[in-house]
């Protein structure tokens, strides 16, 4: 079918009872191009400092109904042809209506669906399409509102390819060819019998034919047929992480219809004994969960963002990315595919028992078969995609009945799947939540034999959580639950690697969620059994909403309690912040995962020394990769060296403060307690009594100077591009000043739009949609969208600085995840949908 971008000339407004608009209530429509996050735009409510689950769990932005309204010329000669509207995503509850017609409706907010529109449009005339979203209390996350990914006119003949009717699996692969079976879904809605010609070809990664194959489909009247191919790829060169090969699969349907489908051939191969091996090499996943939301732009999905992301992701080590709680936007799937980035999507947080007053279990079990199979049809050719969960701490599953609904899941995936593996995230604590407190007392018990207390056994809500996944009880009420899956995933319950190992012989295990301050143990577990796939840290990178989880706190100086009060903004506990810039944690994390030699430098705040921390499992130190403290001369600090060597040494301005050992038996990190100077910190690390690396931190000293830099130089007008452009306050060396912070003024001319400048400020109440701002420990993040061709200039200002200018040039190019994303013929090609 012809595919064209339906993103362009909606309207959107806070929807109005309608009895209240006749009464004189009315709300104007604003001019909005999707994706689009209608919460973000919202202010922020709640009393200063108060802490509510609602909103803490949101960030505080209130929830509302929305309407998006767009009109379209539906020529006449489109008659007779099938037009479907697609989208992306619209949160939540979606409901659609064309010309004023109830068309359809979707009410999970993370599924593609299409609305069936040809039989209520007027040919050879303007049409109106409105669609309806809600959000609120149904999530335990900020969420967003509205068409907040892409939207897509479908139109095709009544012969033709089903819209991700091109489905391409890898069955037998070995050095010498591959054998790529091609299913391709042909519909026929006419009254005629039709019988056309199905031509394949594949093209290797250079664009070369590699395999063509033609066959015949006869096409009975109001029915469906399923053509099979069989092809054989000489040589194949096959994806992997470390080399993600794309191939193409192209389908023509005689001249009438035509799609191109990106694949990658490789083999997944799984077992107790070797874990996880891809082409037949052991892979170790060095895992990251992520939210859906793009920080500054709230969740608004475009595909620059979302392949900004996984490079980043990637560039820090992770070789893997759990999506979590929701399946993974298209966009983000596609630069997986390209980057070489591992996927675990993830289907739901819910099933029949909801965690939130108005959340999708209420349209779970009318609903969850359509959203596996949208899941399922979204991923089925994309490489990156080694398995699939079908849930995140279900309480269920700790029940018979849970188990039943486990199984119904991992089966329906596997009858639309079954090239890929099963997983479940089950937290062991929560599968047992109504029996916790004899469970508790048993622990408490034990602890009391062992000559521990209460205190000493709840002082890390980590040990706690692992204490109650490894009892008895949650082994026998999470077995059946874990048998009916390929890969049993394990929230917050390494305590029952080892465990599982003697009780389960045949259970193979993956860390679906873990503290990221307990990556030292978990990823020397993850070495030590080789039915431990990998690690997934929560999280890789920040997001809003749950905020606070990840703060760093210290005893009598904060609210006490789980979340931060108003108006805290993000979670907190991201290895990388919601701008894309790296904490300390990322390195420690690269560090460990035996990816960087140079040591890491991180000085926790001055002004906090001392005090007793009381940060939770999902709190890094409250550390910064500075050396520039003004007004803390000559105050006590403490400096923490990362490093895999066997010992550092820490030299101040030259002089040696000792060596200190580190390295694996000492969790890769060592502390330092010295005196504040200006001047240089230098980290040496030495292995064997050699120097194998060295870093160092330098003082902002003199001038402050405004730098602006652009990730690229050329973006494209279409596919939805971005340009990120980062603001810094250096000195003249380029060394960021942390503690000079100024409001920062942006201006954009040109081909482009200013659509968010952000920072990483946790504790804010600046929205993202404004043109000047505060930035936060010396940098912010702006980010530009292209209108069309030509160039961009952006240019920056802040007190006591130069003004800066970057340009940016808009092409009307290719976006390089386009031919993935567009499903047969485009129009202008010359051959009719």
């Known amino acids: 079918m012809f595919r064209t971008s339906f993103n362009d000339a909606w309207q959107v407004r806070e929807k109005v009872n309608p009895f209240a608009e006749l009464a004189g209530a009315t709300a104007p429509f604003t001019p909005v191009t999707v994706p689009h996050d209608a919460m973000l735009g919202r202010w922020r409510t709640a009393p200063e400092g108060e802490v509510t689950m609602e909103g803490a769990a949101g960030a505080y932005f209130p929830g509302g109904v929305f309407e998006y309204r767009k009109t379209f010329a539906v020529p006449q000669e489109w008659r007779g042809k099938r037009i479907l509207v697609e989208f992306e995503g619209v949160y939540r509850g979606a409901m659609v209506y064309i010309n004023g017609d109830y068309a359809g409706q979707r009410p999970y907010g993370y599924s593609q669906f299409r609305i069936d529109a040809d039989r209520f449009l007027r040919f050879g005339e303007e049409n109106e399409i409105r669609v309806e979203a809600r959000a609120h209390r149904d999530a335990r996350w900020y969420t967003g509102a509205g068409i907040y990914r892409d939207t897509w006119l479908l139109v095709g003949e009544t012969l033709r390819i089903e819209p991700e009717g091109v489905t391409v699996t890898t069955p037998d692969v070995d050095a010498e060819r591959a054998v790529v079976e091609v299913v391709t879904r042909v519909v026929n809605d006419s009254i005629e019998v039709r019988t056309v010609p199905v031509t394949t070809e594949l093209r290797d990664p250079t664009g070369e034919l590699a395999a063509r194959d033609i066959s015949r489909a006869t096409v009975l009247p109001g029915e469906g047929a399923t053509v099979r191919q069989r092809l054989y790829v000489v040589g194949p060169d096959r994806w992997s992480p470390e080399s993600p090969a794309l191939h193409t699969c192209h389908v023509a349907l005689g001249d009438v219809?035509?799609?191109?489908?990106?694949?990658?051939?490789?083999?997944?191969?799984?077992?107790?004994?070797?874990?996880?091996?891809?082409?037949?090499?052991?892979?170790?996943?060095?895992?990251?969960?992520?939210?859906?939301?793009?920080?500054?732009?709230?969740?608004?999905?475009?595909?620059?963002?979302?392949?900004?992301?996984?490079?980043?992701?990637?560039?820090?080590?992770?070789?893997?990315?759990?999506?979590?709680?929701?399946?993974m936007s298209r966009a983000m799937l596609e630069a997986c595919d390209r980057t070489g980035m591992l996927v675990v999507d993830e289907a739901f947080d819910v099933w029949t028992g909801g965690k939130s007053e108005f959340d999708y279990s209420l349209d779970f079990p009318e609903w969850w078969e359509r959203d596996i199979e949208a899941m399922v049809a979204k991923d089925v050719n994309h490489p990156s995609v080694i398995m699939y969960s079908i849930g995140n701490e279900i309480p269920e599953t700790g029940s018979r009945f849970g188990a039943?609904?486990?199984?119904?899941?991992?089966?329906?995936?596997?009858?639309?799947?079954?090239?890929?593996?099963?997983?479940?995230?089950?937290?062991?604590?929560?599968?047992?939540?109504?029996?916790?407190?004899?469970?508790?007392?048993?622990?408490?018990?034990?602890?009391?034999?062992?000559?521990?207390?209460?205190?000493?056994?709840?002082?890390?809500?980590?040990?706690?959580?692992?204490?109650?996944?490894?009892?008895?009880?949650?082994?026998?009420?999470?077995?059946?639950?874990?048998?009916?899956?390929?890969?049993?995933?394990?929230?917050?319950?390494?305590?029952?690697?080892?465990?599982?190992?003697?009780?389960?012989?045949?259970?193979?295990?993956?860390?679906?969620?873990?503290?990221?301050?307990?990556?030292?143990?978990?990823?020397?577990?993850?070495?030590?059994?080789?039915?431990?796939?990998?690690?997934?840290?929560?999280?890789?990178?920040?997001?809003?909403?749950?905020?606070?989880?990840?703060r760093p706190r210290y005893a009598d100086s904060d609210t006490p309690g789980h979340n931060a009060p108003y108006p805290y903004l993000v979670a907190g506990c991201g290895d990388i912040d919601i701008t894309g810039h790296r904490r300390p944690a990322s390195y420690y994390r690269e560090i460990v995962f035996g990816l960087r030699a140079e040591p890491y430098i991180a000085v926790r705040r001055p002004e906090y020394h001392g005090k007793r921390w009381a940060g939770s499992p999902w709190a890094w130190s409250d550390s910064l990769a500075s050396w520039t403290w003004p007004g803390f001369e000559g105050a006590p600090v403490t400096v923490e060296v990362y490093s895999d060597a066997d010992e550092v040494e820490l030299l101040g301005n030259g002089n040696s403060f000792g060596r200190r050992p580190v390295g694996p038996g000492h969790r890769f990190r060592t502390e330092f307690e010295i005196v504040y100077v200006p001047g240089e910190l230098v980290a040496v690390a030495y292995k064997n009594g050699t120097e194998s690396g060295r870093t160092s931190l330098a003082w902002a000293n003199g001038p402050l100077r405004l730098n602006a830099e652009a990730d690229r130089e050329t973006v494209r007008t279409g596919g939805g591009d971005l340009a990120y452009v980062t603001l810094t306050l250096t000195d003249t060396h380029g060394t960021v000043h942390t503690a000079a912070d100024r409001r920062v003024t942006v201006e954009v001319s040109g081909p482009g739009e200013l659509i968010a400048l952000g920072s990483a400020d946790p504790w804010t109440e600046v929205p993202f949609d404004v043109t000047e701002r505060l930035t936060h420990e010396g940098r912010a993040l702006a980010i530009l969208r292209p209108t069309g061709a030509g160039k961009i200039h952006l240019t920056a200002s802040a007190p006591d600085c130069e003004p800066v200018s970057v340009v940016v040039t808009a092409e009307g190019e290719k976006w390089p995840g386009e031919s993935a994303s567009w499903r047969g013929a485009r129009p202008g090609q010359g051959k009719p949908a």
Request: charged fraction near 25%.
């Open 257 to 327: 219809d035509e799609e191109t489908v990106t694949f990658g051939i490789r083999t997944l191969q799984l077992d107790p004994r070797h874990g996880l091996r891809i082409n037949g090499e052991r892979v170790k996943l060095r895992g990251a969960c992520v939210h859906h939301d793009n920080g500054p732009l709230g969740a608004a999905t475009y595909a620059r963002a979302e392949e900004r992301r996984i490079e980043i992701l990637k560039d820090a080590g992770f070789n893997a990315v759990r999506m979590s709680h929701q399946p």
């Open 404 to 550: 039943a609904w486990g199984r119904r899941l991992a089966e329906k995936v596997r009858e639309l799947d079954p090239t890929r593996y099963v997983t479940n995230a089950v937290n062991g604590m929560l599968a047992v939540m109504s029996e916790l407190g004899a469970l508790q007392q048993q622990a408490l018990e034990q602890a009391a034999s062992d000559g521990a207390g209460i205190n000493t056994l709840m002082a890390d809500a980590g040990d706690a959580m692992n204490a109650v996944s490894a009892s008895e009880l949650v082994t026998e009420r999470t077995a059946e639950s874990f048998a009916v899956l390929d890969v049993a995933g394990l929230n917050y319950a390494e305590a029952r690697y080892a465990l599982d190992r003697e009780l389960f012989p045949n259970r193979i295990l993956l860390g679906t969620e873990t503290f990221p301050t307990r990556i030292d143990g978990n990823w020397q577990l993850v070495g030590q059994h080789p039915h431990v796939l990998g690690d997934f840290t929560w999280t890789g990178w920040d997001y809003l909403g749950e905020v606070g989880i990840g």
